[in-house]
């Protein structure tokens, strides 16, 4: 049984064109997979049709061998947790609060002992634990990020699909974040899914990735060595560049665009 297996799935609006085309591949082990590409893409609209939040034109997305569609929403909650670019939602709860909001699908009629100590312990992972007591919206945009992620982790999913969960972050929390993601799907057999527009921080710390290309098609899926390549950033984003090696993962040095 695959964990997730996306066939042939399509997506669009009824006044615009197709945003997703035919896309179609599978997750059978626990592991680090991103989804990169151009801007406008697809690549959000892809994880939102993953997750039951929007429904495909046609085509079908199954989650543990059911389709996603036949879950309800708590049911869901406790193998998929969705973590969006940046959410406000919450801006007048504390962090605390803001992170035990990912707990509802496990809670009965009250927060307890167990709860708190599942998000205290997703916030020292963000390194944000000194925030607890904290309003959400005191916070920077990186600091919301990273307490939308705690609030991620606290459902203590099966899946774990983010979209761009490093924006807003320096390069030490972007290089921290996809590090501690690594070993979440090491030491928890946890399948993360995540959007990222970071090429050479995908290659390093992702086991595979998809790489997506216009009209919302897949161009390739694969190990990093065999999706980022030059022939792949030529004929996806147009421009020229070397790949260099970095410890076994192919890192991107940028040459010039294409016109």
Same mark, same amino acid.
């Given at each position: 049984?695959?964990?997730?297996?996306?066939?042939?799935?399509?997506?669009?609006?009824?006044?615009?064109?197709?945003? %997703?085309?035919?896309?179609?591949?599978?997750? $059978? $082990?626990?592991?680090?997979?991103?989804?990169?590409?151009?801007?406008?893409?697809?690549?959000?609209?892809?994880?939102?049709?993953?997750?039951? %939040?929007? /429904?495909?034109?046609?085509?079908?997305?199954?989650?543990?061998?059911? !389709?996603?569609?036949?879950?309800?929403?708590?049911? %869901?909650?406790?193998?998929?947790?969705?973590?969006?670019?940046?959410? @406000?939602?919450?801006?007048?709860? *504390?962090?605390?609060? *803001?992170?035990?909001?990912?707990?509802?699908?496990?809670?009965?009629?009250? *927060?307890?002992?167990?709860?708190? $100590?599942? =998000?205290? @312990? =997703?916030?020292?992972?963000?390194?944000?634990?000194?925030?607890?007591?904290?309003?959400?919206?005191?916070?920077?945009?990186? +600091?919301?990020? @990273?307490?939308?992620?705690?609030?991620?982790?606290?459902?203590?999913?099966?899946?774990?699909?983010? $979209?761009?969960?490093?924006?807003?972050?320096?390069?030490?929390?972007?290089?921290?974040?996809?590090?501690?993601?690594?070993?979440?799907?090491?030491?928890?057999?946890?399948?993360?899914?995540?959007?990222?527009?970071?090429?050479?921080?995908?290659?390093?710390? =992702?086991?595979?990735?998809?790489?997506?290309?216009?009209?919302?098609?897949?161009?390739?899926?694969?190990?990093?060595?065999?999706?980022?390549?030059?022939?792949?950033?030529? /004929?996806?984003? !147009?421009?020229?560049?070397?790949?260099?090696?970095?410890?076994?993962?192919?890192?991107?040095?940028? +040459?010039?665009?294409?016109?």
């Amino acid at each position: 049984m695959s964990i997730i297996e996306v066939e042939d799935l399509s997506f669009g609006y009824e006044s615009d064109r197709k945003v %997703l085309d035919g896309i179609s591949f599978t997750i $059978d $082990d626990p592991s680090f997979v991103c989804i990169v590409g151009p801007n406008g893409v697809g690549k959000s609209t892809l994880i939102r049709c993953m997750n039951g %939040l929007i /429904k495909p034109t046609s085509g079908s997305v199954k989650v543990m061998g059911r !389709n996603v569609e036949e879950y309800d929403l708590k049911e %869901l909650a406790k193998i998929m947790s969705y973590v969006p670019v940046m959410s @406000k939602d919450f801006n007048v709860l *504390t962090v605390l609060d *803001t992170v035990l909001i990912g707990r509802y699908a496990h809670q009965k009629w009250k *927060t307890t002992s167990e709860d708190l $100590d599942i =998000a205290y @312990k =997703a916030l020292e992972a963000m390194e944000i634990d000194h925030l607890a007591m904290r309003n959400f919206n005191e916070l920077s945009a990186g +600091q919301h990020q @990273k307490v939308s992620l705690a609030r991620g982790l606290v459902q203590e999913p099966k899946i774990l699909v983010l $979209d761009e969960p490093t924006s807003n972050l320096d390069v030490r929390h972007q290089m921290y974040v996809s590090a501690f993601l690594k070993i979440l799907v090491r030491k928890t057999e946890t399948t993360v899914v995540m959007v990222s527009h970071d090429l050479n921080l995908s290659a390093k710390f =992702a086991d595979r990735i998809v790489v997506m290309e216009p009209p919302g098609k897949i161009y390739g899926m694969g190990e990093p060595k065999d999706v980022v390549t030059k022939e792949m950033l030529r /004929k996806v984003y !147009n421009v020229e560049s070397n790949i260099i090696d970095d410890n076994g993962s192919p890192h991107v040095v940028l +040459q010039s665009v294409l016109f």
